[in-house]
C-alpha cells in the first residue's frame, strides 16, 4: 500500500520514497521528514517501491530520493537499488538506512548502486545532513543534465551552421572555378597555362586574359590578402570591374587607355581606396601584350616579381616591386616593358607559391624557381598546361596550401 504525506506541502519541494517493512519505522522516519520539510512516499518493500517509481516516472510525482530499509520482505533494499540503478531512466537518489555496522555491508551496499548508507539508530541531525547533501548531488547533477541537453543543442545548431557554410563555401569555388580560363586559352595566337589552388576551398587570386583591340591583349592577377570567402569576393569584384574596363574608353567621363597598365592600376587604386571599399588591399600584375612591337608593357602593384624566360633558356626576374592598390590613394604606378618574341615565356604567379615547401621541407626560391621554369618551359604550352598542373600539385601536396597559389605562363602559340 502506497501512502503520501501531508498534501498541504508545495510540489516544488523534493518527493522522498520510504521504503519500511515496519510501520513503526516508516511513521518515525516519515514524521522526521516531514518535520524537515520535505514530502514523502511510504511503502512496506521492493515491490511497492519499483512500482510506484515506475509509474511516476517523468511525472511531478516523480521520486528525488529513496531511502530503504535493507532487510524487507518480496524484495530487500539492495535487490530494490540494483534494479532502481538499472532500470529506472532517472534514477533517484538512494539510500540504505541498515542497523548493519560491518565494514563488508558498507561495501556491499555501494557495490549494489547505492549512494549512501546510514546505520540505525541514527541521529535526526545526521539524517538531515544526509539528506541535503544528496539533494545538493541530486541539483548538481540535474544542472549537469540541463547543461549537456544546451550544450547538445548549441553543437547541433552549430554543425548545422557548419555544414551550411561548407555548403556554400562549395558553392562559391565552384562559381569561381567557372570564372577561370579554360585549361587551354589561345587568343590571337598567345596561349597561356595556368594552375590554381585555394588555401581555403575559395581564394582571393584571379586572373585572365583578354582581346582588347587586334594585335593586343591584357592579363592580369590579382591576389587579394588573405583568403577565404570575403578575399574570393573582392577578387571576383575586381576581376568583373577590370572586365568591364576593357570594354571603356572612358570612365565617369574621362578618358581611360586600357592599353596604359599603370593609368589603369592608378585608376583601381582610388575607386578600391575609398572609404565604401572599407580600404580593402591587394596586389595587382596588369600586363598589355603588343603583338605588332613584340612587347609586354606591365605595371606591377606589391605583385611578385614576373619572370621572362628567353627562347634561348635564359631566365630573368622582372620588375620592381611597387605598392599594392587600395593602400593610399596618393600612390603612383610606372610602367616597365619587355620584349616578348617568338619561344619567349612570361610566368606570373602569387606569393602563395613562396609559402610552398619542397621535399625535406626546403622553401620555394627564386633560384628553384627559376630551374623550374627554365625546365618547364621548354615544352609546348599545350603540353606545358599539363605538366604545370603535375609538378605544381606534387610541390603543394594533399593538404591545401597555407595560402591561394595562381600562376600563369604566357607564350606565342606553338600549335
Given at each position: 500500500m502506497v501512502a503520501k504525506g501531508d498534501s498541504s506541502l508545495t510540489a516544488k519541494k523534493p518527493l522522498l520514497l520510504?521504503?519500511?517493512?515496519?510501520?513503526?519505522?516508516?511513521?518515525?522516519?516519515?514524521?522526521?521528514?516531514?518535520?524537515?520539510?520535505?514530502?514523502?512516499?511510504?511503502?512496506?518493500?521492493?515491490?511497492?517501491?519499483?512500482?510506484?517509481?515506475?509509474?511516476?516516472?517523468?511525472?511531478?510525482?516523480?521520486?528525488?530520493?529513496?531511502?530503504?530499509?535493507?532487510?524487507?520482505?518480496?524484495?530487500?533494499?539492495?535487490?530494490l537499488c540494483k534494479k532502481?540503478?538499472?532500470e529506472i531512466a532517472q534514477a533517484p537518489y538512494f539510500m540504505i538506512l541498515t542497523s548493519r555496522t560491518n565494514p563488508v555491508d558498507l561495501v556491499a551496499a555501494m557495490d549494489s548502486g547505492a549512494d549512501d548508507y546510514l546505520s540505525k539508530p541514527f541521529n535526526s541531525e545526521e539524517l538531515r545532513v544526509r539528506i541535503l547533501a544528496g539533494l545538493r548531488v541530486i541539483t548538481l547533477m540535474a544542472e549537469t543534465q540541463h547543461k549537456n541537453i544546451e550544450l547538445r543543442a548549441a553543437l547541433a545548431k552549430q554543425t548545422e551552421l557548419s555544414n551550411e557554410i561548407a555548403a556554400g563555401q562549395a558553392a562559391a569555388a565552384q562559381l569561381q572555378a567557372s570564372t577561370l580560363p579554360d585549361a587551354h586559352v589561345n587568343m590571337q595566337g598567345i596561349a597561356m597555362a595556368h594552375y590554381f589552388k585555394a588555401a581555403q576551398g575559395v581564394a582571393g587570386d584571379m586572373y585572365a586574359l583578354l582581346s582588347i583591340a587586334d594585335e593586343k591583349l591584357v592579363f592580369y592577377q590579382i591576389d587579394v590578402a588573405g583568403s577565404g570567402v570575403r578575399s574570393a569576393m573582392l577578387s571576383y569584384a575586381i576581376a568583373r570591374y577590370i572586365k568591364e574596363l576593357t570594354g571603356c574608353s572612358e570612365v565617369a567621363g574621362k578618358a581611360l587607355n586600357i592599353s596604359n597598365p599603370?593609368?589603369?592600376?592608378?585608376?583601381?587604386?582610388?575607386?578600391?581606396?575609398?572609404?565604401?571599399?572599407?580600404?580593402?588591399?591587394?596586389?595587382?600584375l596588369y600586363g598589355v601584350i603588343d603583338l605588332?612591337?613584340?612587347?609586354?608593357?606591365?605595371?606591377?602593384a606589391g605583385h611578385p616579381h614576373p619572370f621572362l624566360i628567353h627562347s634561348n633558356g635564359k631566365v630573368k626576374r622582372l620588375g620592381r616591386g611597387g605598392t599594392a592598390v587600395g593602400i593610399s590613394r596618393a600612390t603612383c604606378f610606372a610602367n616597365e616593358q619587355c620584349s616578348f618574341n617568338q619561344g619567349d615565356r612570361l610566368a606570373v604567379f602569387s606569393d602563395g607559391v613562396w609559402e610552398c615547401k619542397l621535399a625535406a621541407g626546403r622553401q620555394v626560391t627564386e633560384l628553384i624557381l627559376a630551374k623550374l621554369l627554365k625546365r618547364l618551359t621548354r615544352l609546348?604550352?599545350?603540353?606545358?598546361?599539363?605538366?604545370?598542373?603535375?609538378t605544381m600539385d606534387k610541390i603543394v601536396g594533399d593538404e591545401a596550401p597555407r595560402d591561394d597559389i595562381s600562376f600563369l605562363v604566357l607564350g606565342h602559340s606553338d600549335e
Open positions: 520510504i521504503v519500511e517493512d515496519s510501520l513503526a519505522e516508516r511513521e518515525l522516519i516519515k514524521l522526521k521528514l516531514r518535520k524537515f520539510g520535505y514530502n514523502t512516499v511510504e511503502v512496506q518493500d521492493g515491490e511497492q517501491a519499483f512500482s510506484y517509481l515506475q509509474e511516476n516516472q517523468g511525472l511531478s510525482s516523480q521520486v528525488d530520493m529513496v531511502l530503504s530499509d535493507w532487510h524487507m520482505p518480496n524484495m530487500d533494499g539492495l535487490t532502481v540503478k538499472s599603370a593609368e589603369v592600376v592608378s585608376h583601381l587604386n582610388i575607386q578600391f581606396a575609398c572609404a565604401e571599399h572599407n580600404g580593402d588591399a591587394f596586389t595587382l605588332a612591337n613584340n612587347t609586354i608593357t606591365f605595371c606591377q609546348s604550352l599545350r603540353k606545358l598546361q599539363h605538366q604545370l598542373q603535375l
